[in-house]
């Protein structure tokens, strides 16, 4: 009798719960992300096999926690929130007291050497597969003079290695620390094109980042990526000193032209 009882207790899981929580899944994972557009409701009720209804009510669950967000006419598309309430309150901050600028790049240090550790580790051949392509395309992006376009390779290639660590944070935060640091890595990367053996360089430690990582090295992995964040700190703190320079020359300059 108390058996046939507890059984009447037992809650099966609506779909809708089941299907909201598969889409969280991709979106936490980074198989959706910000901006992306979700499949067309009939494909997607077809992929993942329910009811249209049923999906509608996923959706409107995913929508009432700011995951996702319904455009009149045009689809739906996932939000930045899990970014945004790390990334605004740190980026305001950080033009307020340049010394957070440090504190970041030293726990990008420790966040970085370990996603490429796990990424030798854990890395799939899917996840091999979309490294390789961030590798080439950053190459080609910093044999390129278009500073927009390597900076933002350099971000992606870092990306796919914290996605490739097979931790929901650590690929999540690594997206927003680095969303957090674009201005200053568009800044460093400007300055190191100056100087002709430094993209060289740099290009050596990401290859030896990604050779690490593809042969399973993960101390060797962990090792490269701590080494190239050193020389990130360093480079980047003396490319804000260039720019000071600059621009206090120049100021100094001004002004003796305005007294003549």
Request: include cysteine; glycine fraction near 4%; aromatic fraction near 4%.
């Amino acid at each position: 009798m108390a058996l046939s009882k507890l059984k009447t207790q037992v809650q099966v899981p609506r779909i809708s719960d089941v299907v909201a929580a598969s889409l969280e899944r991709r979106i936490l994972e980074g198989s959706l992300k910000p901006g992306d557009r979700l499949p067309p409701e009939r494909e997607l009720a077809i992929e993942l096999g329910v009811s249209r209804p049923s999906l509608r009510e996923a959706i409107q669950k995913l929508v009432s926690k700011g995951m996702v967000q319904s455009r009149q006419g045009g689809g739906t598309f996932v939000t930045d929130r899990l970014e945004s309430t790390f990334f605004d309150p740190w980026h305001e901050m950080m033009g307020t007291h340049p010394m957070l600028r440090e504190d970041l790049l030293e726990f990008r240090r420790m966040l970085e050497g370990q996603a490429a550790e796990w990424a030798a580790e854990r890395a799939t051949e899917a996840d091999l597969v979309r490294l390789k392509q961030a590798f080439t395309a950053m190459n080609a992006a910093f044999d390129s003079d278009d500073l927009a376009r390597s900076s933002s390779a350099d971000i992606a290639f870092h990306q796919a290695i914290g996605e490739a660590s097979h931790n929901v944070l650590i690929g999540q935060i690594t997206a927003a620390l680095l969303r957090l640091m674009h201005d200053h890595i568009h800044v460093n990367l400007g300055e190191l094109k100056k100087i002709p053996t430094a993209i060289s360089l740099l290009k050596n430690q990401h290859a030896a980042i990604f050779t690490a990582i593809c042969d399973a090295k993960p101390v060797v992995a962990r090792a490269a990526a701590e080494t190239h964040i050193d020389y990130v700190r360093a480079s980047l703190t003396e490319s804000l000193r260039s720019v000071v320079r600059r621009e206090t020359a120049a100021r100094r300059l001004n002004a003796e032209f305005a007294e003549t």
